[in-house]
């Protein structure tokens, strides 16, 4: 079956998204000294469950699931990211994505021991909203972390 074909509109599109995905890599190389110290402390290593919240194309994701033996769920508002991050962590067993809206986060109170976001408060237009729900869904005495962007 032929597809059509790909419009300048579409390869403008992906040229900016594919762009966008390298300088979420770069950044993620470059804080990654300040960020591990912080997940460590948090007690990532000896969580059960851990949620990312705005886990974008997956890359601090992939750097939670491998700092843990528990489970981490990351979400994301964006389908398209999630696609990516879901083809970044193909081979890791104890990660799991979907795609939800941090506003409303899907899950029940005191689910989530350590609870973090990268980046996404500074880029929301109701941070508080999420603050709101990443303290809801974790657990009483758990930890949530967010981080910002170092510049």
Known sequence: ?????????QRDHNDQFNEFLKKLELQAIETAEERIPLYLRCGIKDADHILDVGCGSGIITRELALLTRGKVTGIDNSADMIKVAKELLKNVENVHLQVENGEQIPFDENTFDVTTCNLVLMWSHHPQRIVDEMARVTKKDGLFLATPDPD
């Open 1 to 9: 079956m032929d597809r059509p074909p790909v419009t300048k509109f």
